[in-house]
């Protein structure tokens, strides 16, 4: 995906990122630990940040897979033959995609919550699921389009129904360019995630605000927090790019 | 065999296909031949039924085909590009049609093996599709499509994709293949030379029209239109007039001012508009002292003379100002005559073809 | 840039929900405004949200410029014949590009802060300018390399420099693509300026949240929020479209 | 003119260039011709001076090019897609290089205008290039080149992108514009076709080498090597070993057991191995009462037959086994000889080129 060009220069740009953040996370902490605690509270970041990650991973991961239920539905809405269908799927996407996350996390976990309760991870989830779904629909939709019609036609030609085309020739190959673009849509997601902390839960960032404000030590904390998810998407964007390898080369 | 009756085929108001007949006979290798945007794709799209024609009909075997669901049909469809399925290797790509009627695959396995063996393609059972040569790719398109036993192979300019230097050999395989298996071929293609080597008959199709359907020979001798005369190789065009008729032949007056006697032109009458064509090999060239008889005789100057391997082709402007295409045979170790030299040009009128004026494009 | 079957579509989905958006803006301030305000605060928040929508969309000029200058420069880094600055800027941008957003913003106001004041409005635009500025990188390198290498080089052959190719030749074809690129990145950037509202800026989504909270009001006033930021994404989208097919034509 | 000596350029290990010298003479019209990655396209660039060669010496006009900058070299480039300025019309187009080097507007006009009145391209000034026809983007691509008054033009498959039907009209314009300037072409190619009619002189580069250099005419009489006789036409290539000296020449037998008796063989011994190479118009085909005197006259059987327009080619089987191509003028209706028909055959020894046996591809 990205033109080869660049490609040295990312890479090293890659190592030296990932050595820098792995070096201070292991040395922050330490000095974290020696600054006196005014509230009292004798756990060190470090300590508490195993539930945030555990959060903001299983955030990402739950919402990607929301993402794709949706956005596959809604891809394949927008191939349908039926008008009707491809109307209402673009209503989905664009009133989707012109409402900002935040907004919409707001709107399930308060405005919704006016009428039943919406426990704060729901919310997340469905939130992430909906806002990414409208992005995957196109992800799925473009990677359908992409398999030359030709292969369709020429199964359909030996024998196979729409349907049998669809599944057996068409998708195997769609999938090559979908799921690599599904990796890169769940990287996002992953650095979206920091968002849930307005609802309390208590992610990456949250852990990372409460301990700051506790402590009186924004610059130290938020470093870490910082690097912290700079070393999360570094490693993750390197699966997505192993992956994208595996499926360009397959 | 095949039996297409008043094809009629438009997209988005546009007409693509403007009611064609055509008839084609069991194991024949028939050729439609046409520029790009003939129509001659949508007509082999609409046999496999990939589209539905807006009228007429396509008959094969005697089985009217409109009823019929693509995947029902008894083609096989080559694409321009072979459409294999990258995701397979060879063999399951060729077991694709049995597996999908749920042929036991005990059954499937000889019947890919023979044809294999026949299409000498054993060695490739289990490569990828990515890993094999235009010419590989191509038997096994074929293989894929002749295991369901089609009635008609339908061929989408399976060679243009394919590089220049290889596209011979490959043509003289289409051809081996095809008497090999002795099934019915119908070929689309825009190249002419393809059209050629490989027809028993060639229909030539234009703006979604068949102007002429016959062997290679019959659209040499005999062409239908003026389209066909261009389509198939260079030529001089002359816009005239008839002055005199002489037998089944007449004198043409052209617009420069010259007369040219042609032989077949028996549907004119004197006064009659017409344009005449001669091919380029049909104009003798030579010294000012050669070619002393009439008729058709014209003096000219070479403007341009171009050795090529087994011809020479000029350029004589004749002293009315009109530019001639020549083509001579190269058989001599001479040079031919030089750019500059005066020249004295033979017309054969037997081989002129006579056609009322035309006056589109 | 969307694939032209589901332009249609899409325009139609455009039209439903613009005209659903403005209909319900006008229709809901009037019931917003007949429920009894237990804070005894008489402004709707219809009257509220002026100032809003000024912080909105200036932040998000204000950005997108920022943006433009970061990315401009860092472009053509990424173009320098030096490995030295194509290293930095891979640097920049990769690093960039693996922290969250919010992350930034909080890093920027609060960790930054320990040191010197940064301004709430300054951070926010800092923040967004460097963070969208290595995306926009991306664009302007992307953009010069898609002008064919013979532009350059028959402008160097009629006598150019080959500074002289670069600005009279290839840039002006470049920003072709470059400048419906940065259109669409400021329309995201219309829809994360919601994530000012965290550094206290009275931005549409915090003068919401204050409203939602004072009266106790959250579906309605979210409801209106999340319209509201429909509307102009959508306005703006199509401001968008309209320089792109401007720039595509020409 | 121009002089390239020793010309050597690798890019990353590979060898593109390999010493290439030559001269090109002042208003000739100099083709490179060869297959595509045979480096001509970089010997272009190189003496335009996009890059830089690895060795070797570029001289136009008695001057070295080494130290001078590409905006500063006297010759003119003419790209594959012509590469107009989109954003600019006709006339800011062509008047970029005056405008660089700071030539009063005053003094640009006139010579835009009397270039644009000499290419046909008056009505065009205030165009666009996205709205010129392929002929007209070429003639705007000249003009802007010429503007310059470079030395020397060179072109980079300027036809390459344009229509097949509009690439003969384009080459006759590009012959016409070169004569009326009289100005110093080097035309980089890969069709055979174009680079005969363009040329004066062509110079044949394979891998990197330039194998040959000389007239179209020199070029079919005297190749200097096997690749010289493949790539300018049809052929059949005969591997034999040299049994028999007759004066100059030989008589070989071939590997399938045929005797063939050649003229121009002065080099070899007997018993020297040899490739013999006969164009396809050089062997006679007949009824197997013709061609009754030896040498070479063999028997075969047609295995296929295909009428062109000029032409009729055939794949003709010998008795040993070897096929044969061979082409014959169409000078009679006659269909040609049908397939399955008992033929002889008269191979030309006069025109036979005779080369030591080639082992690599």
New interface residues.
């Given amino acids: 995906m990205t033109?080869p060009?660049?490609d040295r220069?990312?890479a090293?740009?890659?190592n030296?990122?990932v050595g820098a953040s792995i070096f201070l996370l292991v040395f922050l902490p330490f000095r974290s630990a020696s600054v006196p605690s005014p509230g009292g509270d004798f756990l060190t970041l470090a300590e508490l940040l195993p539930t945030g990650i555990a959060y903001t991973l299983g955030i990402t991961l739950m919402s990607s897979l929301a993402a794709i239920v949706v956005g596959f539905a809604a891809g394949m809405g927008?191939l349908s033959s039926r008008?009707g269908v491809?109307?209402a799927?673009?209503?989905y996407?664009?009133?989707l995609?012109?409402?900002?996350?935040?907004?919409?996390l707001?709107?399930i976990y308060?405005?919704?919550?006016?009428?039943f309760a919406v426990p704060a991870l729901a919310a997340a989830v469905f939130g992430f699921g909906f806002c990414y779904g409208a992005y995957m629909a196109d992800i799925f939709?473009?990677g359908v389009?992409a398999v030359?019609k030709?292969?369709a036609?020429?199964?359909?030609?030996?024998?196979?129904?729409q349907k049998?085309a669809l599944m057996q020739?068409v998708m195997?190959?769609a999938l090559r360019t979908i799921v690599p673009a599904i990796g890169n849509q769940t990287l996002g997601m992953l650095?979206?995630?920091?968002?849930v902390?307005?609802l309390s839960i208590t992610d990456i960032?949250r852990i990372?605000?409460e301990y700051?404000t506790r402590h009186f030590n924004?610059?130290e904390?938020?470093?870490y927090?910082?690097l912290l998810?700079?070393f999360l998407?570094?490693l993750m964007?390197r699966v997505v790019q192993t992956i994208e390898q595996r499926f360009n080369r397959g | 065999m095949l039996i297409l009756d008043g094809i009629k085929k438009s997209f988005a108001e546009q007409t693509v296909l403007d009611g064609v007949s055509l008839r084609i006979r069991e194991g024949e290798r028939f050729v439609l031949l046409g520029p790009s945007g003939c129509g001659k794709t949508t007509l082999l799209r609409l046999i496999?039924?990939?589209d539905t024609p807006d009228n007429g009909k396509v008959t094969i075997a005697n089985q009217d085909m409109s009823p019929v669901a693509?995947?029902?049909?008894p083609?096989?469809?080559i694409?321009?590009?072979h459409?294999l399925?990258?995701?397979m290797n060879v063999y399951d790509n060729i077991a694709?049609?049995p597996r999908?009627?749920k042929t036991p695959e005990n059954e499937i396995e000889p019947r890919i093996e023979e044809l294999l063996g026949t299409l000498r393609l054993s060695a490739k059972r289990a490569a990828w599709p990515g890993q094999l040569s235009g010419g590989e790719s191509q038997r096994v398109a074929l293989a894929?499509?002749l295991i369901?036993r089609p009635r008609i192979l339908l061929l989408d300019e399976p060679l243009s994709a394919v590089d220049e230097n290889l596209r011979q050999s490959l043509r003289d395989e289409l051809r081996d293949i095809q008497k090999t298996f002795g099934i019915t071929f119908l070929f689309v293609t825009h190249d002419r030379e393809e059209a050629l080597t490989l027809a028993h008959r060639i229909g030539i199709l234009h703006r979604g029209k068949l102007l002429q359907a016959g062997t290679p020979q019959e659209l040499f001798e005999k062409p239908a239109s003026p389209f066909v005369v261009r389509f198939l190789g260079g030529y001089n065009r002359f816009e005239g007039t008839v002055v005199e008729r002489i037998g089944a032949g007449a004198v043409v007056k052209t617009v420069e001012g010259n007369r040219l006697q042609v032989e077949n032109a028996s549907w004119f009458a004197v006064g009659d508009e017409c344009d005449v064509y001669v091919r380029p090999h049909h104009i003798a060239i030579g010294g000012p002292s050669e070619f002393t008889h009439p008729p058709n005789i014209w003096i000219g100057q070479v403007k341009q003379c171009t050795p090529m391997a087994s011809r020479i082709t000029y350029k004589v402007q004749t002293l009315s100002g009109k530019v001639l295409n020549i083509e001579s045979a190269r058989t001599t170790l001479e040079a031919g005559l030089q750019e500059g030299r005066q020249v004295r040009l033979a017309l054969d009128g037997r081989y002129a073809h006579v056609f009322p004026r035309e006056n589109d494009d």
């Fill in positions: 033109p060009k660049k220069h990312t090293l740009a890659w030296i990122l927008m008008p491809r109307v799927v673009s209503l996407t664009e009133a995609r012109g409402i900002p996350l935040l907004v919409l707001f709107y308060y405005a919704l919550g006016e009428f939709r473009a389009q030359p030709e292969q036609e020429a199964a359909r030609s030996l024998g196979m129904t049998q020739i195997p190959q650095k979206d995630t920091s968002l902390s307005v960032l990372g605000n700051a924004y610059f904390t938020y470093t927090i910082a998810y700079l998407t570094l964007s | 496999a039924g990939f693509v995947e029902k049909r083609v096989g469809f694409f321009q590009r459409a399925f990258p995701h694709v049609g999908v009627i894929r499509a369901n």
